[in-house]
């Protein structure tokens, strides 16, 4: 409930210590009020939004390409909160250096975040530019953000990230400095987020394919018998 908390030494008496305090009693602390955080903290939901319930078959060079996306609310209508750090795990097969230029994007194109390349199959990224101190999500508002990857390499080998535990992401509330922990949304209705089943909506999975050659003849290249 709402209240003051503060600390105080009334007397040197009440130092246990070898050596000798000294000081000039009684010592007291700064007064700090305490609120019900039931009606002042943040609250959130984090989930995945369904791209396909299928593997997509992707060619390695394949640039700038929307691997997955995900959803997140500010439910309390308490306070608006900052998103500050992300951090993803690729579930698949795709191997470190596979995939690169890992591009965090809100719902109007602008780049939230970004991360080089996976480590140990963990992705975690720098927030950047406009949002280094993080994203502003206003409270009672719902923000989507989607993923976007480069394919370097790695064919045949297959690709679905997923946010493990609910301190992977993030997030602290503005008015308060509360840090807050999302709860699962409605897709994927428990931590992690993201590791469906293919068919299932949300799934974003994919399949990374090798490229293809085709050599044919140009029209005015020259033809004939030749003697």
Do not use: M, W
């Amino acid at each position: 409930g709402a209240g003051t908390v503060g600390i105080s030494i009334a007397s040197v008496e009440d130092i246990t210590t070898n050596g000798t305090p000294t000081g000039d009693f009684p010592i007291t602390s700064a007064i700090f009020g305490t609120v019900d955080g039931s009606s002042s903290v943040a609250a959130t939901t984090f989930d995945v939004q369904n791209l396909s319930t299928a593997t997509r078959n992707v060619d390695i060079g394949t640039t700038n390409y929307e691997l997955t996306k995900f959803k997140l609310v500010e439910t309390s209508s308490k306070e608006d909160v900052k998103f500050t750090g992300f951090s993803l795990f690729n579930n698949g097969t795709a191997a470190d250096g596979d995939l690169v230029n890992f591009t965090l994007k809100d719902q109007a194109g602008n780049t939230v975040a970004a991360a080089a390349a996976q480590k140990d199959k963990k992705i975690k990224f720098v927030f950047e530019g406009d949002y280094a101190d993080g994203y502003t999500i206003s409270k009672g508002t719902t923000k989507y953000f989607s993923l976007y990857i480069d394919v370097k390499s790695g064919a045949s080998r297959t690709t679905q990230v997923i946010v493990q535990n609910d301190y992977d992401i993030i997030l602290e509330g503005i008015s308060t400095g509360a840090f807050v922990l999302p709860a699962a949304g409605t897709v994927d209705t428990s931590f992690p987020i993201g590791d469906l089943a293919a068919a299932a909506s949300g799934y974003n999975h994919i399949t990374l394919n090798e490229g293809t050659l085709s050599i044919s003849k140009d029209n005015s290249s020259p033809s004939g018998d030749v003697t």
